[in-house]
């Protein structure tokens, strides 16, 4: 399971993504879509442990 409760996320102490909530049932499949810019690879870097991230438990 992947649970995040509101984490803030970003690069450098700049935030770019704040109060993420995002709950992933085992066996679940997920889709990340959104525009250019809009914190997709900052949440999957976020999750690899690149990029910063309070609040973050996985």
């Known amino acids: 399971m992947l649970r995040l409760d ?7 102490g700049a ?3 704040a109060g993420v909530r995002l709950h ?3 066996g ?3 889709a990340l879509l959104g525009r250019s810019g809009s914190g997709k690879s900052t ?7 690149v990029a910063q991230a ?5």
Request: positive net charge; proline residues 7%; without cysteine.
């Open 6 to 12: 509101g984490a803030d996320l970003g690069y450098g």
């Open 15 to 17: 935030p770019v993504l």
């Open 24 to 26: 992933v049932a085992p």
């Open 28 to 30: 679940e499949r997920v």
């Open 43 to 49: 949440l999957l870097a976020a999750l690899h442990g």
């Open 54 to 58: 309070r609040g973050l438990r996985v």
